[in-house]
């Protein structure tokens, strides 16, 4: 953006920076996981996104049911990484860093 004169709107830019409130087109990160899994997975009933906020990061965990794992991390990590690529991209458009971990379930016995 420039004015009259040409030179950088940086008004904009600073109250950009410092603008504390959600825009109106952020996306629902945790909304688009559960619909991307649900996709995926045998049971999507059992599609569990909690999650965790801090100030400038959120932490996604994501449970499914224990058969379903391994289609969720995919051959070689490819789901997983595919997954991951898609929350970061959206953190930059947010401006939040957000963080996907795949919970697995473990026997204790």
Known sequence: MTDLDGNAAIVDIERMENDETP???AVDVKSLVIAIVRA???E???VIVTEIEGTQSCVLELRVARGDVGKVIGRKGIHA???RR???AIGGKNR???VLE???ERDLA
Request: glycine residues 0%; proline residues 5%.
């Open 96 to 98: 939040k860093r957000y």
């Open 40 to 42: 995926l997975v045998d």
């Open 44 to 46: 999507p009933d059992e």
């Open 81 to 83: 990484d595919a997954l």
């Open 86 to 88: 898609i929350v970061h």
């Open 23 to 25: 825009r109106r087109d």
């Open 102 to 104: 795949i919970l697995e």
